[in-house]
Each structure stands twice: as C-alpha cells, then as structure tokens.
C-alpha cells in the first residue's frame, strides 16, 4: 500500500544582525557546527524522513536565487510526537539563531519543471580496478568549512534558470543492509587471502582497496545512515556541470587516493531522466541515474570468484582447490532467479530465503552460514552516507548579509587601475609589475627577473580574473612585442584581447586543443630561447638583450586549471613535464608561468610545480585552502565583499595583504577609449 505523505515547506532567509559577543571567525565555526549538527539530529528523528535542501535561481525573477527547506514525512511512519520534534528542532533549534524558516503554504511551486532540459548527479566515485576486478566506492572527506559562496557565485552568474538540490533520506532497509554487510566481511577476507599470497611484495591498490573496506566496516554497519541525491536541474544543459564542479571542490576535502566524487549527466532523452525528474517533484530519492560501469558481467560475479589470489603451483593451469566456485551446489538450489540483470533491490528477501530452514537439523545449521556475496551487493553503498561524510554538501549558505565580518571590519583601501597607472607608472617595465596597493595606500611592485613563476587562487567572483587583465595589461605596456598565451577553460575572460590585441595574444578555450597548444608553445618560445642562449654563450635573458638580441619575455597563463585533471593521463604528464621543465628553466630564459586556480591540491598541481611558483597571490578561498597555499588562514579570512583583496606571499616567505586594482574592460556599452587599454591599442 503506498504511504501518504505530508510535507513542510520553509523559505529560508538570513537574520541580518547577531546578537554575539565572539569572535567574527569564531562565529562563522559556531554557525557551520550548528548545521553539521542538525544534519546527525536529523538522522535520529523518524525512519524514511526525506529532508531536502534547495537553491532555485531564476535570472527573472528577484532575488535571483531563494534558499528552500523542504521536508517529506510518510504519515504511517511518523507519530504526533516525532512530527513535533522535527518542527521545534528547524525553527527553535540552534540553527535559528542564524536564519528565519518561513512557511511555505504548498507544493506546488516545486512540481512546475518543464523547464528543465538536464540533470546532473553527484556521486560516489566508484570504479572497478582491472585486472584484480577490485570494486572501490570512495567515502566523502567533508570539509566543514563550506559556506556555499563559491557555489552561489557561480550560480549567479548563469542566464537560465538551474536548481541545486541536496536531498537525504533516513536509511531503513534491514534485508538490503544484511547483504551490504555480508559482502563488506567476505570482501575483507578475500582481499587478506589475495595478501597473503603476495609473496611479500607491497600492492598499493590492494592496501588502499583493504583500508577503505576497514572503514566501512567500522562505520557502516552501526551508524545511522542516510540515501543522498545531489544533484543540478538545468534549464540550460551547460550549465549543470559548473555549479556541481564548483559544489564539489567546496564540499569535500582531497585525500591521497584521488577523486571522491563523479558527475554524471542526462538529458531528456536519456533514460532515469524523467524518473529522476519526479523523485525531486515528490521529495524523493531516485538511483535511476547511476554509473555505467554496473553494466560490466564482473558486477555479477561472487566476491570469492571475482578476486582471487595469484594462481601456483597447478592452479596456473585451473582447478585451484582454494576458490569458493561461483554457484556452490546447495545455495544453486535456493537461488532465486534473476530478472533483468541483478541488484540489490531484487534480491532484498535473499537472507530471508537462506535461514527459511528453522527444524534443528543438520541442513538447518548450514543455512545460517550467510551466503556466498557478490560484487553488485556492495552496490548500495555508493548511494549511502554517514552525517559526518555527507555534512560537507549539506549547507545552507552563509550570506554577507549576517554582520558577522562587520562587527571588526575595517575599512579598506580601494584601489583603481587609473589612477594606480597615472601615478606610479614609472615603476612598470620589462621586468616589473605593480601588483597593488598595501593597507597604506602604497603601490606594491612584483619583478619578473627575480620570481619568475606565481600561483594565483581564488573562488569565483573575488578578483582573480580582473587582477590577471591588470597583469596582462602591463606585461604588454611594459613589453609592446611580448606574447602572452592563454588556456582560458572558462571560455568567456579574455575574449576582448583576441579583439584588440591578436598580435600579443594567443588564446586556447578547450582541453582538446591545449595538448597542440602546448607543443607550440614550447617549440616557438621556450626551446627557441634556449638555443639563442647556446648561440651567444649567455646565461639570461639580460645577457641575451646587451649582445642586441630583440627577445622580450613570454608569459603563458593557465586560467582555471582544475580542468587540467579532468583531461587524459597523456595530456597531464605532457603539462606536467613541461610546467616542472619551465619552473627550472624559465627565469633565465624570460619565460613566465602564471598557474590559476580556485582550489590547489595534489590532483591539480604537484607540489613540485607548486614550490616553483615562488610569488602566491590568494584571492579569497576557504581556510582550509588558504592553510593548503600559506599554511596559515589569512586568505580565508577575506571577507567577499573585499572583492580585489588577497594575500600575496614573495619568495620570502613573507604574508601581506594587498588590494588588487579594478580594471575595466572594452564592452559593448564601454568604449575602448574609456578604459586603461586605449594606451595599447593605436587609435583607428
């Protein structure tokens, strides 16, 4: 019999001002612990509660974007008393000390998606590793400073509509739960009999694959858990992928094995699309989208015969007597049949069926031995997650609106590229830069001759972009000849060069055509200027120009570089080789490397590269990344309307803030000539 429904619906608006004596960033800890909280209060509050938190963004609409709660409790699973218990905690919990919770008074805003044209789902990065057919689905690593404002950035700047939706549901499902576990104990004890046999040699997959499966299996079984669903619904199907990109480099921290997280995308015309699309009109949890890799036969297959240990002796030529056989003659005679390829969800009554037998015989003992487990019973747990994991997602965003920075704030020099230009451009030549002004108004000047390469960071929409045009601007002012090229993954930052300076300006937009790219551009200038300096018998670029060689410097930018670990193995290992061979080699040969990203971590840029980049300009980012760059929190710190203000540390090792100028840009409704770029390009 299907269940009824209720719902509650709550708008979820920001309280201006807070009552609070403690410190702005003690505060802002204070406010994300009461929503990791509520998060582990939740889980204790009823079985098959559906609690779903939404970001709906129409440009037409104002505000553009609105911050929804809405909650589905099924009418036969909750009493009067757990009813009660969920109101007071939303609305006189700690968490209204933060935001107001307004009552909505239907559902019916929500169920009015035609306009949605794709979905897109964040999942558990989960893989099976040929040959040794390991299956590995990846916990979250939460990272609790999230605040989402480097996700409502991004959502601000799209032109359709788009809603973000985390949605979690209480886990009960007792029959599915016995075979997740069975299989997490007979996955452990297979991959100790694969080590066993290693003859002592060290297998890093083997120990990452055991590690993992220890941490489900002592966590999982005893914790309460949630089914989660994080997904995009867009209007406009390139729009989905950056929001939960940007979602994802927030929510979670990186860890040494890799990813964590995958984002699977449909449209309309592709299947669980439509069932996906009424899970979120019903406050529901839909797996209709899911990873392809369960299409392989191996997910079929029993954990005992799926990973084996190397073969000896005669097993190299079959018949190894140490392996379970895949359908053992006693659990072939209760199997029941399979119907359009195997899942969890089909067989959920199989524990049921095995320990039928209760008479005290022989055959009764023997089917209380749990069944031989196989690879697609561990499908379930790419779709679950604990508080803690899923804690980092589930965030309600912490508006500039909460005077929380304000109550210490100071005010802040404002610089403009004007007048920064008019009055100190005296200081700009080949070999220098201004990279801003200090907290005293003072221009803060940077030299490419003494600190080649420089590592720029920041979250959308706190200044990165306009401080790279400001670069730009005075590399070609200082250096007419100079050719700057630019992998721009963003696509819509620097168009305006191409425009007005396609002498001086190379730009590529896509990972496919960056490998050619790149070739060029160490073929053309970095190794050009390494036989020029074999030719003269220099050793820079100074000597070069005093023995009359017209050679001004190079600058290569990497806007957006989070892209690059999204490109082939080939292609990283090319970037990679050639970043560590310029970070060598660049600053003698007047080759300059400026390395862009939001979120810098292993996966990105090796510290290699990262150590080579001796000049550090953060942007506003989360403490966690700014501890990450600086090793310190300064760069977190920033408030987001600080928008241009951002730590810079030299080779040094010394930390200061600097106030990067605003530089305007020729658009269509600014003329060329009421911007600082009339100085480079000659008048028509």
Not at 462 to 475: H, M, R, T
Request: glycine share 4%.
């Amino acid at each position: 019999m299907k269940k009824t429904s209720y719902f509650w619906i709550f708008e979820i608006s920001h309280k201006r001002t807070i009552q609070d004596n403690t410190r702005p960033t003690e505060l802002r800890k204070n406010l994300q612990q009461t929503q990791q909280q509520l998060i582990s209060s939740i889980s204790n509050l009823g079985t098959n509660l559906t609690i779903s938190l939404r970001y709906i963004y129409d440009p037409d609409q104002s505000p553009k974007l609105k911050t929804y709660l809405l909650i589905n409790r099924p009418h036969n699973t909750q009493t009067a008393e757990h009813s009660e218990q969920i109101l007071s905690l939303l609305t006189k919990g700690k968490l209204s000390q933060f935001f107001t919770l307004t009552p909505q008074p239907n559902l019916t805003p929500f169920q009015n998606l035609d306009w949605v044209q794709t979905i897109a789902e964040i999942l558990k990065h989960e893989e099976f590793i040929a040959p040794q057919n390991y299956y590995l689905p990846h916990l979250f690593e939460a990272n609790q400073t999230n605040d989402m404002s480097a996700v409502c950035d991004v959502i601000h700047r799209l032109d359709s509509k788009l809603i973000l939706e985390i949605t979690l549901q209480t886990y009960d499902n007792p029959n599915q739960k016995s075979l997740w576990v069975n299989a997490i104990n007979q996955m452990l004890a297979q991959l100790d009999k694969v080590n066993a046999n290693t003859s002592g040699i060290k297998d890093n997959i083997l120990s990452v694959t055991s590690a993992l499966y220890q941490k489900y299996q002592q966590s999982y079984p005893n914790s309460d858990l949630f089914q989660y669903s994080i997904k995009a619904l867009a209007e406009n199907r390139a729009d989905a992928f950056p929001v939960l990109d940007a979602l994802i480099h927030e929510a979670i921290k990186e860890t040494p094995h890799g990813k964590q997280c995958r984002i699977i995308q449909v449209s309309k015309d592709r299947p669980g699309f439509y069932e996906s699309l009424e899970a979120t009109k019903n406050v529901d949890i839909s797996s209709a989208i899911e990873w392809e890799g369960w299409h392989k036969n191996n997910s079929q297959m029993s954990i005992a015969n799926a990973i084996q240990p190397q073969k000896k002796g005669l097993g190299k030529f079959g018949g190894d007597s140490g392996s379970l056989p895949d359908k053992p003659s006693f659990y072939h005679q209760n199997q029941p049949p399979m119907i359009g390829g195997v899942n969890s969800e089909q067989n959920s009554n199989l524990p049921q069926l095995y320990n039928a037998v209760s008479d005290g015989s022989g055959l009764a003992k023997l089917s209380s031995t749990p069944p031989p487990s196989r690879m697609v019973d561990l499908k379930p747990l790419h779709r679950l997650a604990t508080a803690q994991e899923i804690s980092g997602f589930f965030r309600i965003a912490v508006s500039q609106e909460i005077s929380i920075e304000n109550m210490t704030e100071k005010s802040l020099p404002v610089a403009n590229a004007e007048d920064l230009f008019n009055h100190h451009r005296n200081l700009i030549d080949a070999d220098t830069y201004i990279v801003g002004i200090d907290d005293k108004g003072n221009p803060v000047p940077s030299s490419w001759a003494e600190i080649p390469h420089r590592l720029v960071a920041g979250v959308p929409g706190a200044g990165k972009s306009n401080f790279l045009n400001w670069v730009i601007f005075q590399f070609i002012y200082a250096n007419p000849k100079g050719k700057i090229y630019i992998a721009d993954f963003a696509g819509v930052d620097f168009n305006f060069l191409v425009k007005y300076l396609k002498d001086n300006v190379e730009i590529v937009t896509t990972i496919e055509e960056c490998q050619l790219f790149v070739e060029k551009l160490h073929t053309d200038e970095y190794q050009r200027r390494i036989e020029l300096l074999k030719q003269y018998e220099v050793q820079n670029i100074q000597q070069l120009k005093e023995q009359g060689v017209d050679i001004p410097r190079t600058l290569w930018i990497i806007d957006e570089a989070a892209a690059i670990a999204r490109a082939s193995d080939k292609l990283q290992r090319i970037i990679e080789n050639r970043l560590i061979q310029y970070a060598n080699q660049g600053r003698k040969c007047g080759f300059h490397v400026i390395f862009c990203t939001q979120r810098p971590t292993s996966a990105i840029i090796s510290n290699q590269v990262l150590d080579s980049c001796e000049e550090k300009i953060v942007f506003r980012v989360t403490e966690e990344a700014s501890g990450l760059i600086l090793e310190n929190s300064l760069a977190g710190t920033i408030p987001k309307k600080a928008v241009g203000r951002a730590v810079l540390r030299g080779s040094e090792g010394d930390n200061i803030f600097v106030n990067t100028p605003y530089i305007g840009i020729p658009r269509k409704t600014v003329s060329l000539q009421d911007t600082l770029w009339r100085h480079l390009v000659p008048e028509p």
